[in-house]
């Protein structure tokens, strides 16, 4: 009766099959607990990992909002003292307490007041458009309403009008050379303040007199 020979492939296939199948085994055995330690939420093996771009990565923390090139200047500090707004501008020359101010068209505020018949109004009026026009240094037409008024404020007694318009119209003769003239409207001024009681205009118009040469003791008529 013949016999089976245990050598040669067949020999080996034998021997190493047990091996197989406890290799087998094992392996079965680990993929079964990483399993259940993957069900149970362990973070040591991810059977199924994700692509690096689809994992969810933790949000960025929020950061300070940066003012845009296009939103405009930045704000002003907080400490730059305001701007202050322009004063309105005020003219108090020859006004009487109470009386408003002069309007800007000063030609116009005559033709009223001449309208209304009101003599001082007309007199401080005509004051204002001459220290107006010597600011422009119109001196013609500064000489012809300071002389329309030196008559009406003469007429009606409006002596602080009157001695301002000599004041002025001393010092337009002074400029034209005419020194004899400055000092008679120097002359007058300086008694009309005094008139006024006002010693300290009246002196200084008397100093004035004194360093031009006027003399101070003169009589004069109005003129």
Not at 11 to 27: G, H
Not at 55 to 76: K, T
Not at 89 to 102: F, I, K, L, M, Q
Request: glycine content about 4%.
């Amino acid at each position: 009766m013949p016999t089976l020979g245990l050598d040669g492939p067949i020999a080996w296939l034998i021997t190493s099959l047990p091996l197989v199948l406890l290799l087998a085994a094992m392996f079965a055995i680990v993929k079964a607990r990483w399993r259940s330690e993957a069900t149970g939420g362990a973070a040591t093996y991810d059977p199924d990992p994700q692509p690096p771009a689809e994992r969810a990565w933790p949000a960025a923390p929020p950061q300070a909002a940066r003012p845009s090139a296009r939103s405009g200047p930045p704000p002003v500090p907080q400490t730059a003292a305001p701007v202050p707004p322009p004063a309105a501008a005020t003219d108090a020359r020859s006004r009487a307490p109470g009386e408003p101010a002069a309007p800007a068209n000063l030609h116009d505020a005559i033709r009223q007041a001449e309208e209304a018949r009101d003599p001082m109004r007309i007199a401080r009026l005509l004051l204002e458009r001459a220290l107006a026009a010597l600011a422009a240094s119109d001196l013609a037409a500064a000489g012809r309403d300071l002389r329309r008024a030196t008559l009406i404020a003469a007429e009606h007694g409006y002596r602080d009008i009157h001695a301002r318009c000599r004041l002025e119209l001393a010092g337009l003769a002074e400029a034209d050379g005419d020194l004899i003239t400055a000092c008679e409207h120097w002359h007058m001024a300086r008694d009309l303040y005094r008139e006024e009681r006002a010693t300290a205009l009246a002196d200084d118009i008397e100093s004035r007199m004194r360093r031009n040469g006027c003399p101070t003791d003169w009589v004069l008529t109005q003129f």
